[in-house]
């Protein structure tokens, strides 16, 4: 996490203050990559224009795997961007209202929510549904796991499980951040085009995604154990093993 929030804070201040100081930015990468243990890929585009680009680090601790400019990362939550460009192509396009309901594009979909959560309120968090990550902190993810995650599940199951629950708040009152909306919008997307929302179709669809075939080695996912001292491999169920 510390990596993760050191890339992001670095990355804004390089786009800007930095920007028209090549040689001493790239400097200043090298050095804060090399002093925080960056495992990862900077890139800072502006205008089209690369200005810098480098890889730092293993992609695989175990195999001695070097990250490389062309690795693959596990982008997780950035999905919901995607999913977001999507909905708003679909409503320029005039094939979807975002004032419209859940059930006016899902016919099927078994919450009570159905009829009063609009696709704007699932964009912005404010639908009201039960929020699906249950895991109250970093230690009880890794004492336990995340279940919800860690098995195998089709949209269709995540759909009708996990997010067709009872509204907990009115729509549109309360934000709360919730995977459970995007998991919606997601399945709308697919019944409104008639195709399962892929990468492929990411690609080809939303600007600035790569129009490049997706590698089938990705980075392994770390768990750091203080306790342990240890760097281990996988998610947070095998870190007890």
Not at 59 to 81: C, D, E, H, M, R
Not at 105 to 115: A, F, H, R, V
Request: with cysteine.
């Amino acid at each position: 996490m510390k990596s993760l929030i050191s890339f992001l804070l670095l990355s804004t201040v390089s786009a800007g203050s930095l920007s028209g100081q090549p040689a001493n930015l790239r400097s200043f990468i090298d050095s804060f990559a090399a002093k925080n243990n960056f495992n990862g890929t900077i890139v800072i585009e502006e205008q089209s224009k690369v200005s810098y680009q480098k890889s730092f680090g293993l992609a695989n601790f175990q195999f001695n795997i070097p990250n490389k400019i062309g690795t693959k990362y596990k982008v997780a939550s950035i999905t919901k961007l995607f999913t977001a460009v999507l909905i708003m192509q679909l409503y320029e396009q005039g094939k979807l209202d975002v004032d419209k309901h859940i059930r006016d594009y899902l016919p099927d979909y078994k919450g009570e929510g159905g009829d009063k959560i609009t696709i704007h309120q699932l964009l912005n968090h404010t639908s009201g549904l039960p929020n699906i990550d249950t895991v109250g902190s970093m230690e009880s993810a890794l004492k336990y796991g995340v279940p919800l995650y860690q098995k195998p599940r089709s949209t269709d199951e995540l759909l009708n499980d996990h997010c067709s629950g009872k509204p907990v708040n009115e729509p549109g009152k309360v934000f709360d951040y919730n995977n459970a909306d995007y998991i919606i919008l997601g399945k709308i997307i697919e019944k409104n085009l008639q195709q399962d929302l892929r990468p492929g179709f990411i690609r080809k669809n939303s600007p600035g995604a790569e129009d490049e075939k997706l590698g089938t080695a990705v980075p392994a996912g770390y768990h750091y154990r203080p306790g342990r001292h240890l760097l281990l491999q996988g998610g947070p169920e095998k870190i007890n093993a």
